[in-house]
């Protein structure tokens, strides 16, 4: 399969992706279904913010801020609208599938490389629609390992250590993948001859 035809299939997977997650998330033409789950607590946090409240001294929540401060931006920029959540859940799956086709074309080859992307949409994701701090953070993570996967070069690491930060500040297990890649970092370190600057 040369570029050019992967590069228009990958195009259509994900408008197929964008459509099916529309059918799930919207009655048509454009009703936004309601925001249900652990969503609903992230837009209430994030309406009190817009009303001036501060987290951790106007209220308490468990999960690190990064849900609550991304929708307080995105009422910030649009209002308080009832289709932020599902047009973000939209933009998480479909952005998380284009990842994992990525990520998949690094280790297969063939048409095979669309299937856990759309074995991820169609039973964990679509059966857990909840634009809430794990997908942000799955997101995030998934980016990260994307980029240091192939080869590994200063920018990269600083690329992979940034979005990790970033999936982090969603939800804080996912300092758990950061270690991970310290811990992989380190054995190659040591199994292939590398520049200690490199590792630091």
């Known amino acids: 399969m040369n570029q ?4 228009w299939i990958t195009g259509s997977a994900l408008v197929a992706s964008t459509v099916f997650l529309f059918l799930q998330t919207f009655i048509l033409p454009n ?3 309601i925001a249900n789950g652990d969503q609903g607590i992230h837009l209430s946090l994030a309406a009190r913010m817009l009303d001036g409240q501060l987290i951790y001294r106007d209220y308490d929540h ?3 801020p990064g849900t609550d401060v991304l929708y307080f931006a995105l009422f910030k920029l649009f209002g308080v609208r009832a289709w932020i ?7 998480l799956g479909v952005s998380i599938a284009w990842l ?3 990520l998949s074309d690094k280790v297969m080859s063939g048409p095979i490389v669309f299937l856990p992307s759309f074995l991820f949409l169609t039973l ?3 059966g857990f629609l909840d634009a809430t701090h794990h997908w942000y953070s799955v997101l995030a993570g998934t980016a990260a390992l994307l980029v240091v996967i192939e080869k590994r070069t200063k920018a990269r690491l600083v690329w992979s250590g940034v979005l990790w930060g970033i999936a982090t500040c969603f939800a804080q297990s996912a ?3 950061a270690m991970g890649t310290a811990i992989f970092l380190i054995w190659e370190h040591y199994r292939v001859t590398q520049r ?3 590792l630091l």
């Open 4 to 7: 050019r035809t992967k590069s």
């Open 31 to 33: 009703v936004p279904r």
């Open 62 to 64: 468990f999960p690190l």
């Open 85 to 91: 959540a599902p047009v973000m859940l939209i933009l």
């Open 100 to 102: 994992g086709i990525k």
């Open 124 to 126: 964990p994701f679509s």
């Open 175 to 177: 300092v758990i993948g």
């Open 196 to 198: 200690g600057h490199l």
